[in-house]
């Protein structure tokens, strides 16, 4: 092992400030403030309960649940934000303080994974309490260890992540840059004795630099000057693209099963939380925890978990369910600045058009500009302006539209990209492929077609 050279107490760069809502630093939206309660860890069915009646009481009763698995309460005024934070620190809930470090809600219990991956990402949270880096980390800073498993975190942006991986029996963790597990830049592979080292000296590093980074804008080179004496060999992945699994998921411990249900387009009235919470706690569920892709994880016996499932019918409940594929903000008419009613778009496309989300894609629908909903590229992406709605192949809400349409028609343009997957489609082709084999101009082409 090498000793980290850089004493993090050393530098003090200015507090960093972002658009990272929290439960203390709500967010400004298009409805009002937006305060965030990360967890790191399980809650009790009663406190699902309480904190769908705090959102009741102090914002417009509406909730989410974000693509990483934290609740978002919506509509809050500066006083209501102030007495929701007082109302949820009074829970003694398990609140996220600081960096985020995240294993997924399976870590330990899970039978599939490599490895468990608590341990390391424990000692890394301990690090950063310890020199108090969160302040000096840019607002959005993130580590995810991942360890495969039955609910993987490979879609989720990461600044440093560390991926469990054996080679010839040994237990090596791979460390990427930026990105998700398919875009993130690969710094090498390390060994399991160095992976705390390997990641406290590139957070003391990066939180001794002048201006916070994130992952993505590291000198790839220079990190692997920094890194090689414990990483003496570069590393390749191939990420799992499988579905996430809905419904019941196996765990190690005796007697204890979960239970994973899909939150559609990722937010509801807080009263279907109440319900859910309700519901747990009379069928014996012993915990919850708020997981990847905008669902709800419980857990308890097998029974409980098979009641669970059968009262969440209205819920997603499988990864065929196409609207486990849709992303969507809360668009029209629940933000201001929405432009798009992403919700009733959402669950048009669901029933009109689902065989075009075969779950080889996403197709994110946004209210706006701010692409809140799906920060990373989408491969179709509906985004509402004042001038009309962006149709946008392959990129982020912020990138050039493939075509501009107008109010109103979206549907039909989804309609015309589904009839032109049916008709092109060859043999064992998804979605995803099709449309990227077929390219821009031919889907802009179909569009104005469907739309004439």
């Not at 809600?105 to 608590?118: Q, R």
Request: aromatic content about 4%; glycine content about 10%; some cysteine.
């Amino acid at each position: 092992m090498i000793a980290t050279s850089i004493d993090p107490k050393a530098a003090t760069p200015p507090m960093v400030r972002g658009a990272c809502p929290a439960l203390s630093a709500p967010m400004a939206t298009g409805d009002g403030l937006l305060a965030r309660i990360g967890l790191d860890g399980a809650i009790r069915p009663d406190d699902l309960v309480h904190i769908a009646e705090l959102a009741q009481r102090h914002g417009n009763g509406l909730i989410d649940i974000s693509a990483r698995g934290n609740l978002q309460v919506r509509g809050l005024t500066a006083a209501s934000a102030h007495a929701l934070e007082n109302g949820a620190r009074r829970l003694n809930l398990p609140l996220r303080d600081g960096l985020a470090v995240e294993t997924g809600v399976l870590a330990g219990f899970d039978p599939t994974e490599i490895t468990d991956p608590e341990p390391l990402a424990a000692a890394i949270r301990d690090f950063v309490a310890e020199y108090d880096l969160s302040p000096r980390l840019a607002a959005k800073f993130a580590v995810v260890v991942e360890s495969d498993g039955q609910l993987p975190l490979h879609g989720l942006l990461a600044d440093i992540r560390l991926i469990a991986v054996r080679r010839a029996g040994e237990l090596f963790w791979q460390v990427l840059l930026g990105g998700t597990a398919s875009t993130g830049r690969c710094a090498g592979l390390v060994a399991e004795k160095d992976a705390k080292t390997c990641v406290t000296l590139l957070l003391a590093r990066i939180a001794a630099m002048e201006m916070p980074m994130r992952g993505r804008e590291l000198d790839l080179a220079e990190v692997k000057d920094w890194l090689a004496p414990i990483m003496p060999a570069d590393a390749s992945f191939e990420p799992a693209t499988r579905p996430l699994p809905y419904g019941l998921l196996a765990l190690t411990c005796v007697g204890q099963t979960a239970a994973r249900i899909g939150i559609p387009f990722g937010q509801c009235q807080a009263e279907t939380l109440v319900q859910l919470g309700r519901q747990a706690e009379t069928l014996g569920i012993t915990s919850i925890r708020p997981a990847i892709d905008h669902s709800l994880v419980f857990f308890g016996s097998e029974n409980a978990c098979r009641a669970m499932i059968a009262f969440s019918r209205d819920l997603i409940l499988s990864a065929n369910d196409p609207r486990a594929k849709i992303a969507a903000c809360p668009g029209k008419p629940a933000c201001n600045s929405a432009k798009l009613a992403t919700h009733a778009l959402g669950h048009a496309a669901a029933h009109d058009v689902a065989d075009l989300l075969d779950g080889s894609l996403t197709l994110h629908l946004s209210g706006c500009s701010k692409g809140c909903a799906h920060p990373a590229k989408a491969l179709l992406n509906l985004v509402g302006m004042s001038e009309g709605t962006a149709l946008i192949f392959e990129g982020k809400t912020s990138d050039m539209p493939l075509k501009f349409i107008r109010h109103g028609e979206e549907a039909q343009a989804l309609a015309a990209l589904a009839t032109l997957v049916r008709l092109e489609r060859g043999a064992g082709e998804t979605t995803r492929d099709c449309l990227s084999r077929l390219g821009p101009a031919r889907l802009a082409k179909a569009v104005s077609q469907g739309l004439s």
